[in-house]
């Protein structure tokens, strides 16, 4: 079983959120969290600040992190706005291009899925900004109906990572769906808008669906961490994803990204074609 890691970028400043109700609700959370006994309060006052630093984004210590580590990290970004995902095609374009210099894969956080124009729009802009040719999209909040796939391969796309489901990579058409196994919130916040679970107890229950996972042999598993956690401001969060990367690491899992992992899952597909 190999492991993917991927990073969605639902915000980049706290400021992009003037005009939603993001900024009250994150200061709820921190109050529900402190007062639930799940977070101090020196994360409390770093939360805070974090809202005056105007920065809800580390981008750069991640990769950082994940250099370090040899992670091929794929790292999903907006072209539109929507649900929450309100920084500006300028700022996304400037992030795109800086993590691309990092070595590191990107792909669309998307937000249209319904309508073929749209998408169709989202994968061209991307295109345009980043150069690239080939990469894939997860749908913000995992939203997708079942015309959602067909529409991604007809718009473009190499793969599609928003299924939330313990199976193996698949194809629909040219696209390929790599389902999503683990993220960062369904651990951390389980079946609850805020965190409830602490870390010992996230250890538990991303070693329970890795070993689901490996009964069931899956090929290639799926983590999806936010950037956004990625600070002393989500302790438990940001300590959990180095202690799972380095537990995969000290087990012998391979890393790759999705560009590699679809150059392995093809080379049967192009053999028995020329057989």
Request: charged residues 25%.
């Amino acid at each position: 079983m190999k492991i993917i890691i991927s990073h969605d970028v639902d915000h980049l400043t706290a400021w992009e959120h003037n005009r939603d109700l993001l900024i009250p609700k994150h200061v709820i959370r921190n109050i529900v969290e402190f007062v639930s006994g799940r977070i101090g309060f020196s994360e409390v006052m770093d939360r805070s600040g974090d809202i005056f630093k105007n920065k809800w984004q580390n981008l750069e210590s991640l990769s950082e992190f994940n250099s370090e580590h040899n992670i091929p990290s794929t790292f999903f970004f907006g072209v539109s706005n929507g649900l929450g995902l309100n920084y500006t095609f300028e700022n996304a374009a400037f992030w795109i291009k800086e993590i691309c210099e990092k070595g590191f894969d990107v792909g669309v956080h998307g937000i249209a899925f319904q309508d073929f124009a749209n998408i169709k729009k989202e994968h061209d802009l991307f295109k345009a900004v980043s150069g690239l040719d080939g990469f894939g999209i997860r749908m913000h909040y995992l939203r997708s109906n079942e015309k959602t796939p067909e529409m991604l391969d007809r718009a473009g796309y190499a793969f599609d990572s928003s299924l939330y489901k313990l199976d193996n990579p698949f194809r629909i058409g040219g696209l390929w769906e790599f389902p999503l196994h683990i993220m960062d919130g369904y651990v951390i916040c389980r079946q609850s808008k805020w965190q409830n679970q602490d870390l010992n107890q996230c250890k538990d229950t991303a070693q329970e669906i890795l070993e689901a996972a490996f009964d069931r042999g899956i090929q290639y598993f799926t983590i999806l961490f936010h950037d956004r956690y990625f600070t002393d401001s989500f302790r438990t969060w940001k300590e959990w994803y180095i202690w799972l990367i380095q537990y995969l690491k000290n087990n012998g899992f391979k890393f790759v990204n999705y560009r590699q992992a679809i150059e392995e899952l093809e080379i049967p597909i192009y053999a028995n074609a020329t057989e």
